[in-house]
């Protein structure tokens, strides 16, 4: 299953474990996760070479008011930049920045995150998951000396998050080179005006708000495929960066949407294609409005298979 918000899962499960650390021992401490998957070694430096001259930009005119929209990743790596020249100037060209979420701004409530991760009964991911699935996970989390039982009582979209942190950790890609931060960093830099297309809480609303066999369904597909995810991490940033190239091309569409058509449609409608559809008629209002700006929107629903 595709993570397509790790940088936030990054940040949101230190906040939320750092929250109710004092509670019991269902929760792990922000200063012992960190130690923890800071000791992980990384994947090993392959052949691929993410020096590229790709993405995927579009240009979108109306009356006096220019759009460009960039579909990014959330990871990276230090060898994409700069990027391509035409992406470079459309972003110095443009008067306001629209990101999913500005990170570096965005105000976090912990207490309504943490209610949000943990099962409001008594039931716990022992109960939800089957018995294969728990032992699978339990291993996974034992190799990382974090017991399975510290995150009994989350739910699986959450325990879901912590395994993606866990395969960022494994990736050559890192959030801090993402794509998206990148430019959230040069327009605060160049006081360029930023606008939010979402909110921290409206993402984790949408993740919180499956149905409990959509959560079971995704989180062990995760668990399944966990040995292979950081391995299609580094070959996604490579198709990506690599984009103007037909073949890298055609592999990145492949890659999305066959993660896409794997999960469960609950996930798909609510997670990608509601999201899209109300930050597209967001943007469209934006053109609508024909203020004379011209605007650099970038992020995941940009990508050319949405």
Known sequence: MLKFTTLIYS????????????????????EELNEQ????????????DYDGDGGYLWKVVNGETTMYLLGSIHLGHEKFFPLATEIE????????????????????????????ALFDDNTTLDDVLSEEF???????????GMPVETFN??????????????????????PEYGVDLYFLKRALED???????????TQYEVLSGFSMDTQVQVLESYIETYEEQADWLNQLGYNWVHGNNNSNRDAFVKQLSDRLESVDKEYKEEFNDTRNIN???????ILQNDSGQTYFVYGRFC???D
């Open 303 to 305: 990508t050319c298979c």
């Open 134 to 144: 728990y032992a699978k996970l339990s291993d996974i989390f034992e190799a990382h």
């Open 279 to 285: 930050m597209a008629n967001k943007l469209d209002e």
């Open 37 to 48: 998957t800071d000791t992980e070694e990384k994947v090993n430096e392959t052949a691929l």
């Open 11 to 30: 940040l949101l499960i230190m906040v939320v474990l750092a929250g109710c650390a004092s509670n019991d021992s269902t929760s792990l401490k922000n």
């Open 89 to 116: 100037e459309a972003f110095e060209n443009s008067d306001v920045i629209l990101p999913e979420i500005n990170m570096f701004e965005a105000e976090v409530d912990k207490e309504k995150i943490n209610k949000m």
């Open 153 to 174: 009582h989350y739910q699986p979209w959450f325990v879901e998050g912590l395994l993606a942190d866990l395969v960022t950790k494994q990736s050559v890609l890192t």
């Open 191 to 201: 006081d360029k005006e930023i606008v939010d297309l979402e909110t921290i809480e």
